[in-house]
């Protein structure tokens, strides 16, 4: 062999051999988030919320708990919390096949009380709200009784996913209902879409309440997700139809061509702003009018979830959609020194770069981070953003700062920006385990294979 031959053939020995150990290095990490992820979800998660948030007096869940997970607060009791309740044990009792009859007893205990108390015997639809024996709140200074379709969504959602577990025929009647209700009071037949606000007959709000414009992409892109799963377990022609009608909305409609959703929008479809508006008016109404990183980075993944189960074949437009959304959060909206997404930026007038006007952490959208983020390296592993290396970097930041080692559960907001999150309540009507759980199944899953 020519000292030549020798110096190549040991050059790619060595190159072999590093590769190797960079690939068993990987594998080694993987696996120790893998267990990670695992001692988290049920430890951390499911452990502190079940069986204490059940409500074995009046029914349903029990919604208000301080930093310590002692009950404190009204435990009214929203749809919204009930029905991610529903769907996060439904779901749990598939992913871990062991603990079905465990998981699948508490979602039962969940949907009597969406079905005999939260739901409205009269004129049908769900009640938004109700005190913690399940009478409906009168809102406002008005005195009126509010139904929403975001609300009815998760309804749709957490019944369909018990259903799949169970094939309950009542709990199925039920989420069919919801459906037809919502259908015929929310949806548009001129625009598409569903109006978000509607009176207690169904009556829908065509110019918005109180400020709030008509539609929205959060009651949208939730709609997208509960009429995915209701075809899992009724594939009915409408339902598709729909669902498809809310894929092409929330692509091609709500999301701009930057790659970011609008936020808030008139009955066409035009998005509300505040661009033109004063300073105040636009810090006022930030809420409506910014760029949501965590809303972005969650609708990504909740399109591709569609797209497959509307059964599309080469999605190459949602796809190329969904990376858009998540690169441009990447580029605009993350924290590049401890990780995290921002809370909300915002293109100023006459600028073609992001302020961030808000740089808080929410904990939800690290959660949806951290799926995302796995999702696009399978997707796009050679990809420049490296997905990937941002997956273990948003988890070494949730870790970090955003879970409660001590009482458990995660802060509401992550600790590097807001120190006093630590003795913030861990559970109330807008905080329950959803977002979390869910992103933990659909890690562990993808690092299963």
């Given at each position: 062999m020519t000292t030549k031959l020798i110096t190549t053939f040991l050059l790619l020995s060595t190159l072999l051999t590093s590769c190797s150990v960079q690939e068993k290095k990987t594998e080694v990490s993987d696996e120790m988030i893998r267990a990670e992820l695992s001692e988290t979800l049920n430890k951390g998660i499911l452990d502190i919320w079940y069986p204490r948030t059940i409500d074995s007096i009046y029914g349903g869940f029990l919604s208000d708990f301080?930093?310590?997970?002692?009950?404190?607060?009204?435990?009214?009791?929203?749809?919204?919390?009930?029905?991610?309740?529903?769907?996060?044990?439904?779901?749990?009792?598939?992913?871990?096949?062991?603990?079905?009859?465990?998981?699948l007893k508490i979602a039962g205990h969940g949907v009597r009380f969406l079905k005999d108390k939260m739901w409205d015997k009269k004129l049908g639809g769900f009640y938004k709200l109700v005190d913690r024996e399940g009478n409906p709140i009168v809102m406002g200074k008005d005195q009126r009784i509010m139904k929403d379709a975001y609300g009815n969504a998760f309804a749709i959602?957490?019944?369909?996913?018990?259903?799949?577990?169970?094939?309950?025929?009542?709990?199925?009647?039920?989420?069919?209902?919801?459906?037809?209700w919502l259908d015929k009071h929310s949806y548009d037949p001129q625009y598409g879409g569903y109006f978000q606000f509607l009176e207690a007959d169904g009556t829908p709000?065509?110019?918005?309440?109180?400020?709030?414009?008509?539609?929205?992409?959060?009651?949208?892109?939730?709609?997208?997700?509960?009429?995915?799963?209701?075809?899992?377990?009724?594939?009915?022609?409408?339902?598709?139809?729909?669902?498809?009608?809310?894929?092409?909305?929330?692509?091609?409609?709500?999301?701009?061509?930057?790659?970011?959703?609008?936020?808030?929008?008139?009955?066409?479809?035009?998005?509300?702003?505040?661009?033109?508006?004063?300073?105040?008016?636009?810090?006022?109404?930030?809420?409506?009018?910014?760029?949501?990183?965590?809303?972005?980075?969650?609708?990504?993944?909740?399109?591709?979830?569609?797209?497959?189960?509307?059964?599309?074949?080469?999605?190459?437009?949602?796809?190329?959609?969904?990376?858009?959304?998540?690169?441009?959060a990447i580029d605009t909206g993350w924290d590049k020194s401890v990780g995290g997404f921002y809370e909300a930026g915002y293109y100023f007038k006459g600028q073609d770069t992001v302020t961030i006007i808000k740089d808080t952490k929410n904990w939800w959208a690290q959660?949806?981070?951290?799926?995302?983020?796995?999702?696009?390296?399978?997707?796009?592993?050679n990809d420049k953003h490296h997905y990937k290396s941002l997956f273990r970097k948003e988890w070494e930041y949730i870790d970090t700062y955003l879970i409660d080692h001590e009482h458990g559960d995660w802060y509401p907001n992550g600790i590097d920006k807001e120190p006093g999150e630590k003795w913030a309540m861990k559970a109330q009507i807008w905080k329950c385990n959803y977002h979390t759980s869910r992103s933990m199944m659909n890690c562990l899953k993808r690092l299963r294979h």
């Open positions: 301080d930093y310590k997970w002692e009950m404190k607060g009204q435990q009214n009791k929203m749809i919204v919390t009930q029905a991610r309740h529903v769907w996060t044990c439904s779901t749990v009792a598939e992913f871990y096949p062991e603990k079905k009859a465990y998981y959602y957490g019944l369909s996913a018990y259903v799949r577990q169970t094939n309950d025929t009542s709990a199925l009647n039920l989420a069919k209902k919801t459906f037809y709000l065509k110019n918005g309440f109180k400020g709030a414009p008509a539609k929205e992409q959060n009651s949208s892109i939730h709609l997208l997700e509960a009429l995915g799963e209701l075809y899992k377990v009724w594939p009915d022609p409408l339902v598709k139809e729909r669902l498809l009608m809310m894929l092409g909305l929330i692509r091609d409609k709500i999301t701009t061509s930057k790659g970011y959703l609008q936020l808030s929008l008139n009955q066409d479809w035009s998005p509300l702003s505040f661009r033109d508006s004063t300073e105040a008016v636009r810090k006022k109404r930030w809420v409506l009018d910014n760029i949501s990183y965590g809303h972005d980075v969650e609708t990504a993944y909740l399109m591709l979830e569609a797209s497959e189960i509307a059964g599309l074949k080469n999605d190459t437009l949602t796809l190329r959609k969904a990376k858009k959304m998540v690169d441009h959660a949806e981070g951290l799926n995302t983020f796995l999702m696009m390296s399978e997707l796009f592993p």
